[in-house]
């Protein structure tokens, strides 16, 4: 038997890093906390969590070496809330330049009733045809899934957006772009449907060629 997959989960000073840690060990991975891009080497996937603002958490990876790393990584990658946010171009939360890894920007979540939206979401999945992407298996379609956010990705392609949420309009929940990944929610606050997500991911990068290297 294969020993499970190394994830490093980057460390900016700006992540849930104990609840995300959890979730992936229970969802089957083993967990790395890398602080340096060193720590990272051995990696099989990388995860980029975040609370508070995009400006702080991009000069927090700016400081510790992050963002060519990031911006060069060719295996599973996995953006969670700010995370994901931080993978296009900028934000208009505080006008910071972000990845860049996706076209688009970040934008207020427009005619929210409260802000931040806190609380929990049921995801809408694009339907054309085809089968929800594999991260969405045998995840309970009437499953619901823990947001804390005032801005979201406006995308500039919509075809990699993989779920939606409304509050109270449509909005990105989820994309995928070849093995880059981002949710706005936190599938590590999210029960058992949050887990399962994560489990999906862990079975996704035991297939990737990364993780026979």
């Not at 609370?51 to 990584?73: C, H, K």
């Not at 860049?100 to 427009?110: A, C, N, T």
């Not at 995840?139 to 990705?153: G, L, Q, W």
Request: include cysteine; charged fraction near 20%.
């Amino acid at each position: 038997m294969t020993d499970p997959p190394l994830v490093a989960v980057i460390d900016h000073g700006a992540g849930n890093l104990v609840s995300i840690r959890h979730g992936l060990e229970r969802a089957g991975a083993r967990v790395a906390i890398a602080s340096r891009p060193q720590e990272t080497a051995s990696a099989q996937a990388l995860v980029l969590p975040g609370v508070g603002a995009p400006g702080t958490a991009m000069s927090r990876l700016r400081d510790r070496g992050f963002i060519e790393p990031i911006r060069t990584w060719k295996g599973p990658l996995l953006g969670i809330c700010i995370g994901l946010q931080l993978f296009f171009e900028m934000s208009e939360e505080d006008g910071e330049s972000c990845l860049g890894l996706e076209r688009g920007r970040v934008r207020k979540i427009p005619d929210a009733p409260l802000l931040p939206h806190i609380g929990w979401n049921d995801l809408v999945l694009p339907r054309n045809g085809s089968a929800p992407d594999q991260l969405f298996g045998d995840i309970d379609p009437e499953a619901t899934f823990y947001f804390v956010h005032s801005y979201v990705p406006v995308p500039e392609d919509d075809g990699i957006t993989i779920a939606y949420a409304e509050y109270p309009h449509p909005f990105t929940a989820a994309i995928r772009n070849g093995p880059r990944i981002g949710v706005q929610f936190h599938p590590e606050r999210s029960g058992d449907q949050g887990i399962r997500f994560l489990a999906n991911f862990v079975a996704e990068v035991r297939k990737s060629p990364r993780a026979s290297q």
